[in-house]
């Protein structure tokens, strides 16, 4: 077996079904399976899914909603793949992107995980890598909006491979012997960040992260996870257990007094000139602040 294809469904079972098609219709360089970990959605997902692809996808059923990463460690555990796919629900493969990106394992051992392109529905770039991890340069960046010093640059309209900090995790492949080296998802997420947190440790490991242009997904970025203000907040925790587990307590202390600047800052800007939608926003990131 080539790839494990790896998706975690909570209550996205249509979507899942949609991403199974797209990878069945345009995978065809390599050997697969899927792996369907369900984070206890205690629905029909298990019965569409068995009606839909019979035999053909392995589904886990799991007793509670463990989160993301832990989730995929379930698969992960399983997998029988030299190459794990960790792929969303709501993706689509335009293009034989398994193919590709294990073929780029397979070629670079000096590379540990590689990700796709990813589009918006109109086929427009979307955020897919960050050439900067998250730290206080990233924060910094937010705080004085100095796009035009620090690298934020995280879409790659070239041809051509780039080697950066961090890939998206809707669409990433990792070597399983890398994974076997570094171990998977940190148990501590429960969702956002988590897949950051593991590029940094596959960097320190030596290995590279690429980002692999040719490799094209759609990503319906929130069609998962549709409530914005439980989003926010999930964003924020996984921020914050990635900055306690890479960095010393003396740097987190700094982080927090940038972040309270950031929001503050914003808050009287837009209270000044009376935007209450962003006044809304920032008023939410302030009451939700704390680490």
Not at 13 to 36: F, H, M, P, Q, W
Not at 184 to 213: A, D, H, T, W
């Amino acid at each position: 077996m080539t790839v494990s294809i790896i998706i975690v469904n909570y209550k996205t079972c249509s979507l899942v079904i949609d991403a199974i098609k797209s990878v069945r219709l345009k995978t065809l360089g390599v050997t697969y399976e899927i792996i369907v970990v369900d984070n206890n959605s205690e629905d029909s997902s298990e019965r569409l899914l068995y009606e839909e692809f019979s035999n053909e996808v392995i589904y886990i059923a799991l007793t509670e909603n463990i989160g993301f990463g832990r989730a995929n460690n379930k698969g992960i555990e399983i997998a029988i793949g030299r190459n794990i796919f960790l792929l969303n629900p709501d993706t689509l493969l335009t293009n034989d992107a398994v193919t590709i990106l294990s073929n780029y394992l397979d070629n670079n051992p000096n590379v540990g995980a590689v990700g796709a392109n990813l589009y918006n529905e109109d086929h427009s770039f979307q955020p897919s890598f960050s050439r900067i991890y998250p730290s206080i340069q990233y924060e910094l960046s937010n705080l004085f909006h100095l796009l035009f010093f620090f690298d934020r640059d995280n879409i790659n309209t070239s041809e051509n491979p780039k080697n950066v900090k961090t890939v998206v995790g809707a669409a990433m492949m990792i070597s399983k012997n890398v994974l076997n080296k570094v171990g998977g998802f940190n148990p501590e997420f429960f969702m956002y960040e988590e897949e950051n947190e593991l590029c940094y440790r596959i960097k320190k490991s030596g290995y590279q992260i690429m980002n692999v242009p040719e490799a094209k997904v759609i990503h319906l970025d929130g069609k998962s996870f549709a409530f914005s203000e439980q989003r926010t907040i999930r964003r924020l925790e996984g921020l914050r257990v990635l900055y306690r587990l890479t960095y010393s307590e003396f740097y987190c202390d700094t982080l927090k007094i940038v972040e309270y600047l950031t929001i503050t800052s914003r808050l009287l800007l837009f209270k000044l000139i009376k935007n209450e939608s962003k006044i809304k926003f920032w008023s939410f990131m302030y009451n939700n602040r704390k680490w």
